[in-house]
């Protein structure tokens, strides 16, 4: 086993000692491995002293306490391997002196890239695979948990080095972002007044997750500094050997707790647990080691030790109930990898043995020869399934995606420490099943009281996006809230959704509503509004009509052609009952019937005017005998204006229904929760050559009845078809700016209340007055009143 500088013993390590002899036993009682041959060997402790390394392995490769180099002064029990390396340095400082002797080295340590260098290593082989699906397994943990903000501590050597750039790579893809990379150093000094305030920048940064990758030892430094500065709450993600964890940092284990080791996956091999348990000095009297470990955890040894009985040891005395920290029964890495070593170098004897039997004569019963370099060649092809069922080889192309074993750092109060299995990792899986975790059983850090977050902002909830920051990581954004029409449903959206045009967002932004279908309904406010004055005001011209039509003798119904008088009522009716055809669901025959019914009782109403109007212009210049405007009055000429005027506009509504005729338009922008169904109009030129020509026989009608407002007459309404004409035109002229700045269901509210508005103006303007005489003044509506004025009136 390793022991530390000063001596200090890492006791953790003889689990190393355990394996190694349990696979020596097994081999030995195999009749079908190494048959009736004995593996022997040699246990050697080393330190991390590059003196005390090569004292040793010149030791091991001389035989004899005088080191002579290039010499072998064994003759019997000669090595034909070494298991060694619990570090990589330790193994490189070996290797070059081994290679002068071609001597195998199987190490057990974490896998360098370095040592796979063959021209560099040719006779050195690892047992530990490639961490090539460390970064990604590391990774999936990251972004199990959110943890998109973390800072990263690596080797300083190409190790750490690769492992930095691997995991960079795949941060960039995962979206994850590096708060800072530090590069620890592989010995133990006492740090500069700018490393004490590194380690309080690490206590104090906002990176609440931390990827160790290397030797854990390089974060080691002086005492003092690690109780001030590494009690943090931070989660620690590492790949290191964890027995150097234990022992190297027996004070700093509090920062390490409810930390995260990832480790290839191992299954359990038969009968080695219960070898560690049962397992006591007297089993093996002549190893030093085990006694001492005995006395330094129980403060006895049993009889048939090395030292003889030492006390009385309690009942339960083994390493089931190993009292301290030291936990003996879980099986570390490299004692897995020991395990395999043995059984590695027992198949290339085994192989190598059979080949010589085979080429030897029959009566030849010598002891074949052995050497070192004769099994390069068959530990490079060899192959084989050990007891716990993995396949094991040394062939460059074995386990490409290594599959890993993630556990929880657990520290107990007394001081005992576990690795509790959480999960796995197997990047051979299918996609979305890779990471394995049992959240139930995970301890986080007493900083902690549920899951960590580890984040340079603060993450933009359903409803919000992100917006990168100038000059800084992808990770660190402001939350700016999605626009009108737009949502997104998960965290930290990278850009907004737009909601299909039949939904809208809802207040939140965070999912589409379907929109409800709507229109200017009978039963809403302003569309009962509206009909509500389109029938007051038809029942009003209806009434109004019934006093003309009661009254038809007198004399103020009679004047200006009572007739047209008729016909301008009841096409005022049908103005107020046409505006109904815009409210309630739009279908085809409404959307048709709006506008031809619109053009044509507006311009019958129009024209009526005018015929008024010039019914009055005749009617005074008919006054002198013999004239012609006197015939015409006589012949009734007015009285074809409406059909001439009506004709006109029913050609331009042909046109219109031929060519583009309305239709039924489905609104799914003018408002924010609504489909709002409404008529479009089709045709845009036919709708304002239709609301022209009604414009210009309403302009005509207003000049001529403003040119015969002051014809002396009885009866003359030159004057309230005037102002009836500045009314109506006033109404259109106002709609037609606001009509084109509202949209939907206003839109048609606008457009109605014109209607009524303009029909509204014609009838109080025309008819007011001559109701007020009718029905106020009789007195003044009668022949003999009329025979007084005109008396009055000469002179």
């Known amino acids: 086993p390793d022991v530390a500088p000063l001596f200090r013993w890492l006791w953790k390590n003889y689990q190393y000692v355990l394996a190694f002899r349990f696979a020596i036993q097994e081999i030995n009682k195999d009749p079908q491995l190494l048959p009736n041959l004995t593996l022997g060997f040699q246990l050697y402790n080393s330190v991390t002293s590059g003196q005390f390394t090569l004292r040793s392995t010149l030791h091991w490769l001389t035989g004899k306490h005088h080191l002579i180099p290039n010499?072998?002064?064994?003759?019997?029990?000669?090595?034909?391997?070494?298991?060694?390396?619990?570090?990589?340095?330790?193994?490189?400082?070996?290797?070059?002196?081994?290679?002068?002797?071609?001597?195998?080295?199987?190490?057990?340590?974490?896998?360098?890239?370095?040592?796979?260098?063959?021209?560099?290593?040719?006779?050195?082989?690892?047992?530990?695979?490639?961490?090539?699906?460390?970064?990604?397994?590391?990774?999936?943990?990251?972004?199990?948990?959110?943890?998109?903000w973390v800072a990263i501590f690596v080797s300083n050597d190409m190790k750490g080095e690769q492992f930095l750039q691997d995991i960079e790579a795949e941060m960039v893809k995962k979206g994850v972002c590096l708060a800072y990379s530090v590069k620890l150093p592989d010995t133990k000094s006492r740090y500069e007044e700018t490393e004490i305030s590194f380690l309080e920048g690490i206590r104090i940064a906002s990176a609440?997750?931390?990827?160790?990758?290397?030797?854990?030892?390089?974060?080691?430094?002086?005492?003092?500094?690690?109780?001030?500065y590494l009690t943090l709450g931070k989660v620690w993600i590492m790949a290191t050997k964890w027995e150097i964890v234990v022992k190297e940092t027996d004070h700093m284990l509090h920062s390490f707790h409810g930390g995260f080791s990832f480790s290839h996956h191992k299954e359990e091999i038969p009968g080695l647990n219960h070898f560690v348990k049962t397992v006591d000095p007297s089993h093996y009297p002549e190893d030093f080691f085990l006694s001492q470990l005995w006395l330094h955890a129980f403060h006895c040894l049993p009889p048939g030790s090395l030292c003889g009985t030492i006390g009385v040891c309690p009942p339960n005395a083994s390493f089931e109930f190993f009292p301290g920290r030291i936990d003996m029964l879980t099986i570390s890495d490299s004692s897995y990898f020991i395990y395999n070593a043995v059984y590695a170098v027992a198949h290339a004897l085994h192989k190598m043995l059979s080949e010589q039997i085979e080429k030897s004569s029959p009566g030849d019963t010598s002891q074949p020869s052995i050497l070192p370099w004769q099994l390069h060649p068959l530990l490079r092809k060899i192959q084989f399934t050990n007891s716990a069922g993995e396949d094991v080889s040394f062939h460059e192309t074995r386990h490409h995606m290594p599959h890993y074993d993630i556990h929880n750092i657990v520290n107990f109060p007394a001081g005992f420490r576990l690795l509790i299995k959480i999960g796995e990792f197997s990047p051979e899986c299918a996609r979305g099943e890779s990471l394995v975790l049992n959240e139930e059983m995970i301890e986080w850090p007493v900083a902690f009281k549920e899951t960590p977050q580890s984040l340079c902002s603060q993450r933009c909830g359903p409803g919000f996006r992100k917006m990168p920051q100038e000059g800084k990581h992808v990770c660190c954004y402001t939350c700016v809230v999605c626009p009108e029409r737009d949502i997104s449903n998960h965290t930290d959206a990278e850009q907004c959704i737009p909601c299909a045009d039949h939904e809208y967002p809802n207040m939140e932004r965070n999912r589409c509503l379907p929109k409800l279908v709507t229109f200017l309904a009978f039963e809403e406010f302003l569309g009962m509004a509206l009909a509500c004055m389109a029938l007051c005001f038809s029942v009003l011209t209806a009434a109004v009509l019934w006093v003309f039509v009661k009254h038809r003798d007198t004399p103020i119904v009679k004047a200006n052609n009572r007739t047209l008088s008729y016909i301008l009522l009841i096409a005022l009716l049908l103005c107020f009952l046409c505006s109904l055809l815009f409210l309630g669901r739009p279908?085809?025959?409404?959307?048709?019937?709006?506008?031809?019914?619109?053009?044509?009782?507006?311009?019958?109403?129009?024209?009526?005017?005018?015929?008024?109007?010039?019914?009055?212009?005749?009617?005074?210049?008919?006054?002198?005998?013999?004239?012609?405007?006197r015939r015409l009055l006589v012949s009734g000429t007015s009285n074809f204006i409406i059909p001439i005027c009506s004709m006109i506009q029913l050609v331009l509504c042909g046109i219109w229904l031929g060519t583009s005729p309305p239709f039924i338009e489905v609104d799914k922008h003018s408002e924010h929760d609504y489909i709002i169904l409404v008529c479009n109009k089709g045709s845009v030129t036919a709708f304002y050559c239709v609301l022209g020509y009604l414009g210009s026989l309403a302009l005509a009608s207003f000049i001529v009845a403003f040119l015969a407002r002051n014809l002396p007459d009885t009866f003359n309404e030159a004057k309230f078809l005037t102002f009836s004409m500045l009314v109506f035109c006033s109404v259109w002229v106002t709609f037609l700016p606001v009509y084109h700045s509202t949209k939907g269901k206003v839109m048609v509210a606008v457009e109605v209340f014109s209607i009524l508005a303009s029909s509204a103006g014609l009838l109080g303007c025309i008819f007011a007055p001559k109701c007020y005489v009718i029905l106020i003044k009789p007195d003044k509506n009668s022949l003999k009143a009329l025979r007084n004025q005109c008396t009055c009136r000469r002179p």
């Open 208 to 228: 609440n997750v931390h990827i160790l990758y290397g030797d854990v030892r390089g974060l080691y430094t002086v005492e003092f500094l690690s109780k001030y």
């Open 587 to 629: 279908n085809t025959a409404t959307c048709l019937l709006q506008q031809i019914a619109f053009g044509l009782v507006f311009t019958i109403a129009v024209s009526a005017v005018l015929a008024k109007t010039i019914t009055v212009i005749l009617a005074f210049k008919a006054l002198k005998p013999g004239r012609t405007i």
């Open 71 to 148: 010499y072998t002064c064994q003759t019997q029990g000669k090595m034909v391997a070494i298991i060694a390396g619990t570090t990589s340095a330790f193994s490189a400082e070996i290797g070059t002196m081994l290679e002068l002797y071609k001597t195998p080295q199987i190490t057990y340590g974490p896998f360098d890239p370095m040592l796979s260098e063959r021209d560099k290593f040719p006779s050195l082989y690892q047992m530990a695979t490639s961490d090539s699906s460390l970064a990604c397994g590391m990774l999936s943990l990251l972004l199990h948990f959110g943890w998109i």
